[in-house]
């Protein structure tokens, strides 16, 4: 069996050291894409909102349209059915 001398457990030590500051390296660079996809999905997130919203007043002013319709061609229809001077 080889002699574990204190040099060998230096290098060893080096070597570990520097994985782990590879690690941790690694670990930084993952932090920083997900804090960029979690600002995208914020992003497209309020976009969303957005868009609902432009929806929403949308629907709204459609139903307005539909009831002014409605009421137009009910009065054309009793129109039809009064006498005309």
């Known amino acids: 069996m080889a002699e ?4 060998l457990m ?15 390296l690694g670990q930084r660079e993952i932090r920083a894409e ?6 995208a999905m914020v992003s497209l997130h309020q976009d ?4 609902h ?7 709204i002013r459609l ?6 319709l409605e009421l137009r061609e009910l009065a054309e229809t009793q129109a039809r059915f009064e006498p005309h001077p």
Not at 10 to 24: I, P
Request: aromatic share 2%; net charge neutral.
């Open 4 to 7: 574990i001398s204190s040099e």
């Open 10 to 24: 230096y290098e060893l030590l080096k070597r570990v050291h520097a994985e782990t500051a590879d690690v941790k």
């Open 34 to 39: 997900m804090n960029a996809m979690r600002g």
């Open 48 to 51: 969303i909102n957005n868009i």
């Open 53 to 59: 919203t432009t929806l929403a007043r949308h629907d």
């Open 63 to 68: 139903e307005r349209i539909e009831n002014r």
